[in-house]
């Protein structure tokens, strides 16, 4: 009874390390940042991400934290809760608001006005699993084109 239990376990064992080395982690890109109203209180737009997962199980994706940064400046940070699931080995289009309130709006502006083009977007993914919650993080670097 004792080398049945022991045997099981190890299998048991290896069998999720095998499982565990083979999930590859999602990754998301920026597709798009859009303004939709600027004003004296900030500026309200979108950002659109394409979510990818490489597996060959489909895996819930239950929010996302966020962060922009221009020339160093925080310009925005957001979350979203969400309820969608990525398709295995496919891409989803995940969308967020996003909204710059007047102070962090006048910084970035005079970095802008400085000539600085850098940003830097950090962003936590949250997957709700089985085995419970993964959460993956995403940095993308780039210049802003005008």
Known sequence: MRIALVVS??????????????????????????????????????????????NGIGV????????????????????????????????APVTTSLSIGMLDAAQVAT??????RDYRIDATLHFSTSVGQLDVDVHKTGTLAF
């Open 9 to 54: 376990y190890i299998t048991l064992t290896a069998g999720c390390s095998l499982f565990m080395h083979s999930i590859e982690r999602p990754t998301a890109t920026v597709r798009d940042v859009s303004v939709s109203s600027a004003g004296l209180g900030g500026v309200t737009g979108q950002v659109q991400m394409d979510v990818t997962n490489p």
């Open 60 to 91: 819930p994706l239950s929010g996302i934290d966020w962060q922009l940064s221009v020339g160093g400046a925080r310009a925005v940070t957001g979350a979203v809760e969400l309820q969608q699931t990525i398709p295995a080995r496919g891409v």
């Open 111 to 116: 970095v802008l006005a400085s000539g600085g």
